[in-house]
């Protein structure tokens, strides 16, 4: 199944996430997830980042945003396994979850993006995210509705 690209807004800033499903690596034969990332700022393209995602990576995020909306308090930081440049956290106080995306790790100059999900945004992560794990189905209508809103595009 092509997997459509997830649109995410944020202020200024507009975040695609598209996930690709690859098959098994013939020499580990471990299977990792290829992603692309684009960030925009007022349409100009800032960031664009291909990164691969662990097989656990989608469904260890899937966890992570059931333990948000759960609220739990002991909720820790989610990175991905081998990318620690795209790392989730939670603002309780604001109810909403960061996402930073890190360009650098030098502590001197950090360099990166902080993207602020709320609730609504985080809920159309998590649709993305069944969809890429076999939970959900794209003729849904949880996932025709983010199609008709433009939030799943170009699949």
Not at 2 to 18: A, D, I, N, V
Not at 81 to 104: C, G, H, K, Q
Not at 140 to 150: K, N, R, V
Request: net charge negative.
């Amino acid at each position: 199944m092509r997997m459509p690209t997830l649109k995410l807004t944020s202020g200024e800033l507009t975040l695609y996430l598209w996930l690709k499903r690859v098959t098994p690596d013939s020499y580990s034969g471990e299977e990792w997830d290829d992603s692309d990332f684009r960030v925009y700022r007022n349409d100009e393209l800032m960031l664009n980042w291909k990164s691969k995602w662990y097989e656990t990576d989608p469904a260890g995020l899937l966890n992570w945003l059931d333990g948000y909306f759960a609220m739990a308090e002991e909720l820790k930081d989610f990175s991905l396994v081998d990318d620690p440049a795209f790392e989730f956290s939670v603002d309780w106080e604001r109810a909403m979850a960061i996402l930073n995306l890190y360009l650098t790790f030098d502590s001197t100059y950090p360099n990166h993006y902080v993207i602020y999900l709320d609730d609504q945004k985080l809920k159309n992560l998590h649709c993305y995210l069944r969809l890429f794990t076999n939970q959900l189905r794209k003729d849904s209508p949880e996932a025709q509705a983010l199609y008709d809103q433009g939030i799943f595009q170009e699949d």
